[in-house]
């Protein structure tokens, strides 16, 4: 009672599933890729060269020394007030906060300035170096 005829051996496997599931998430990326959005503080980079400006901004001058020490408009300025400082100067000064840095100070004072700008209420931020502070060094 043999049968004469075998049954043949299935060697191909069906991709077809596999390529739909890719097809799929790859839409699903595409469709949500683009609203994935990182929320922070804007920075903006000032730009180097001749200003078509008629008006001088209203900015606030934050330098930052090498030792960490931070002034306001000239105005030495204690670490634990910068933001006080900063929230009572911000009216007459609409158009935000420049941070000049100095290439050997810390990246912890400029966090810190930037966090205090934040907390603040200021969303303008411009960070520099403060090219006066090596030049001075260098002389």
């Known amino acids: 009672m043999r049968m004469g005829k075998r049954k043949q051996v ?4 069906n991709i077809t ?7 799929v998430l790859l839409i ?6 683009p609203m994935l959005e ?3 503080l804007k920075v903006a980079v000032p730009t180097v060269g001749p200003s078509d400006a008629k008006e001088t901004p209203k900015t606030i001058e934050l330098t930052i020394d090498e030792a960490g ?3 306001v ?6 670490r634990l007030l910068l933001s006080t400082t900063l929230r009572n100067d911000a009216p007459e000064n609409p158009d935000g906060v420049i ?5 050997e100070a810390s990246h912890e004072a400029l966090t810190y300035a ?12 411009a960070v520099m170096a403060d090219e006066g502070a090596s030049a001075s060094e260098a002389n």
């Open 73 to 78: 408009a000239g105005k030495d300025v204690n």
């Open 69 to 71: 020490a931070y002034r």
């Open 17 to 23: 599933p596999l390529t739909d599931i890719f097809l």
């Open 99 to 103: 941070i000049k840095t100095s290439p």
């Open 28 to 33: 699903i990326m595409m469709v949500v890729a």
């Open 38 to 40: 990182t929320a922070g």
């Open 10 to 13: 299935f060697n191909e496997i």
């Open 114 to 125: 930037m966090d205090a700008v934040q907390g603040a209420g200021i969303t303008k931020v």
